[in-house]
């Protein structure tokens, strides 16, 4: 039966001008689609976006999903396919995946990422393979990868760090200690330096002068 432009019987066992489907064929889902302040009984092979299928002894039925976000689900509290925008973990939805998992951008899943076991210790303060002659250094620490991620393409956390450190040992045994010229002591070698030369200027004026009164 249809009534007006729509088949809104297609179908249907039973069906009602104002109402529509009011009870299906046996292998089609009853659907109460509402439009506005209208709703009417529609028979389906599938239930839409936000719904799953409910067979029971009575009538198959399309029934709500229950979980936030969720755009296709395979039971009331078990979502199988999320709205745009969210990651499907567990049967939810979230915006971003839980510790300890990682977001699979092309399915728009979490799956297991990458786990790291504890840092170790800070190593021995050193600066170019040594552990004196220096103030200061480098000293870094580590961990282990305890399981991969479940795609290659999944990055692990940072497996080793350095930070600055100062050197236990300054001077190196049987070493003679490095000593930086000091600013003093670069001013008095240039003060040294310009003494010298004015006292060589005035010894080769003083040989001038005594040849020239001899020539005269």
């Known amino acids: 039966a249809s009534y007006g432009p ?7 066992l039973s069906c009602s001008k104002d109402n529509g489907c009011i009870r299906c064929q046996h292998k089609l889902f009853f659907f109460l689609r509402r439009e506005g302040m209208r709703q009417y009984g529609e028979c389906l ?3 839409p976006s936000g719904y799953y299928g409910l067979r029971t002894p009575d009538m198959n039925r399309c029934s709500r999903c229950r979980i936030e976000n ?4 395979f039971s009331r509290d078990f979502c199988t396919k999320c709205k745009p925008g969210f990651y499907s973990h567990r049967g939810r939805c979230f915006r971003g995946c839980p510790p300890g998992f990682a977001a699979l951008e092309e399915l ?3 799956v297991e990422g990458c786990e790291v076991g504890q840092w170790s210790e800070w190593g021995t303060c050193s600066r170019n393979n040594r552990t004196c002659g220096f103030k200061w250094g480098l000293e ?3 961990r282990q990868i305890v399981k991969k991620p479940a795609k290659d393409t999944i990055p692990c956390p940072t497996i080793a760090e350095s930070r600055r450190c100062k050197m236990a040992v300054r001077h190196c045994p049987g070493g003679k200690p490095r000593r930086r010229p000091t600013k003093t002591k670069d001013k008095k070698d240039k003060k040294k330096k310009k003494k010298n030369l004015m006292e060589r200027a005035q010894k080769q004026h003083s040989i001038f002068l005594a040849t020239d009164k001899t020539s005269q």
Do not use: L, W
């Open 70 to 73: 969720c755009d296709s689900c």
């Open 140 to 142: 870094t620490r580590t």
């Open 108 to 110: 728009m899943e979490c």
């Open 45 to 47: 092979h599938s239930c």
């Open 6 to 12: 729509n088949p809104i019987c297609k179908g249907c």
